[in-house]
């Protein structure tokens, strides 16, 4: 099933206001991807060379102050698809950094993509939302100068797999038809994709990112994944079809018998962190 970019658009915007409360797995997500590209695979030096950045899927800004401090000499552009994440990021940059900034509201698979302008391009819990990752990543890669960096993060098939698993067993049962959410892609197919760059000369690499965390209840949970903006934009389904008082208790009663404990329930979240450095020109 194809995103609706209109819809996602709407999600993401309606909820800007709670985004950085509630996603404490993106942030940790991104933690976890830029330390290790700064403690490991690029010297001090070199950071203070980058020129040209590119945030991609920006957000409301969360981490923009960190790419300009730890990138002193770089000029940085966020885009978005969601109009309300950037009034948001505009609003809490600081004078400091105001002048190296541009935002533009666009959809990234839609943009016209230059060729061979940013030393790097981050992006993080942004891709799995394409509908054409493997085109978008080509167009990505291209738009890199030489010997720069794609570096990201996407949110995997694992993710919510309790959940996923829950609503399976009592749509099993009643017979019905509850939606489980967006359809992600597995770790293997986004590794697939990123070996028709190995296969083209670019360094890729990979890690897997799992953490789980804990919920009092089913609803609490749906809520805050709602207030991420993370919920289906699928064009041909309705995230909430079936979703009744009764069915909600049903499934719960499912996800605590298999994955509860004395302090509610537990969520997988499962991610692929990636570092691309460009070897040859395009």
């Excluded at 000029?75 to 600081?94: F, Q, T, W």
């Excluded at 004078?95 to 190296?100: H, L």
Aim: glycine share 6%; charged share 25%.
């Amino acid at each position: 099933m194809r995103n609706d970019k209109q819809i996602l658009s709407k999600h993401f915007s309606k909820y800007a206001t709670t985004y950085d409360e509630v996603a404490t797995v993106q942030h940790r997500l991104q933690a976890a991807l830029w330390d290790r590209w700064i403690g490991e695979m690029i010297d001090e030096e070199s950071t203070r060379k980058i020129k040209d950045v590119l945030d991609l899927g920006c957000g409301p800004g969360t981490h923009a102050a960190k790419i300009l401090g730890a990138l002193p000499s770089s000029l940085y552009v966020g885009i978005d698809i969601s109009e309300n994440m950037l009034l948001h990021a505009k609003e809490r940059i600081g004078e400091e950094f105001s002048r190296r900034v541009r935002w533009e509201q666009v959809d990234a698979e839609q943009w016209n993509w230059p060729v061979e302008r940013f030393d790097v391009i981050h992006s993080n819990a942004v891709m799995q939302w394409f509908n054409d990752p493997d085109a978008a990543i080509i167009s990505i890669v291209d738009a890199i100068q030489l010997n720069g960096w794609f570096i990201g993060t996407v949110f995997t098939q694992g993710t919510f797999k309790e959940l996923k698993q829950a609503i399976s067993d009592v749509n099993s049962l009643q017979q019905i038809t509850l939606s489980s959410g967006p359809i992600l892609r597995s770790v293997a197919a986004w590794n697939e994709s990123f070996d028709v760059l190995r296969g083209m000369g670019h360094v890729v690499q990979t890690e897997i990112f799992c953490e789980q965390q804990m919920y009092a209840d089913l609803r609490g949970m749906l809520k805050q994944i709602q207030q991420m903006g993370a919920t289906d934009a699928s064009e041909e389904v309705d995230a909430l079809t079936g979703w009744t008082p009764k069915r909600m208790r049903q499934v719960e009663d499912v996800y605590r018998r298999e994955h509860g404990t004395n302090d509610g329930i537990r969520a997988t979240y499962e991610a692929l962190c990636f570092w691309i450095q460009k070897r040859i020109e395009t």
